[in-house]
């Protein structure tokens, strides 16, 4: 079964920090590039951080030197190393596979991140 499911999203102060997972299963996870995306509510979906096979990595201006995206193939797992925390941080994040275009052909379910 193709699929990707988030976990570590949690409540934390200002200031602090998280790490999500996102563990992908069904397919061959290094054939793909692999992003984060966040939606907060009354907002639209944002893409946060990339990741391309080859390790390269891109980010959103807004996280840039905050977050780290990393993965391990080994596991089939991609991570979101969120530090330095803010209030407009708070969101639910999605991981999600890339197809050769760039667009997202598959989703997860989604982790909730509440910052105060």
Known sequence: HVQLVESG????????S????????????SSYCMGWFRQAPGKEREGVAAIDSDGSTSYADSVKGRFT???????NTLYLQLD????????MYY?????????VDLWG???QVTVS
Do not use: F, M, P
């Open 9 to 16: 999203g949690g409540s934390v102060q200002a200031g602090g």
């Open 18 to 29: 998280l790490r999500l997972s996102c563990a992908a299963s069904g397919y061959t996870y």
């Open 69 to 75: 995206i990393s993965q391990d193939n080994a596991k």
């Open 84 to 91: 330095k925390l803010t209030t407009e941080d708070t969101a």
């Open 95 to 103: 991981c999600a596979r890339h197809n050769a275009g760039w667009s």
């Open 109 to 111: 379910q989604g982790t």
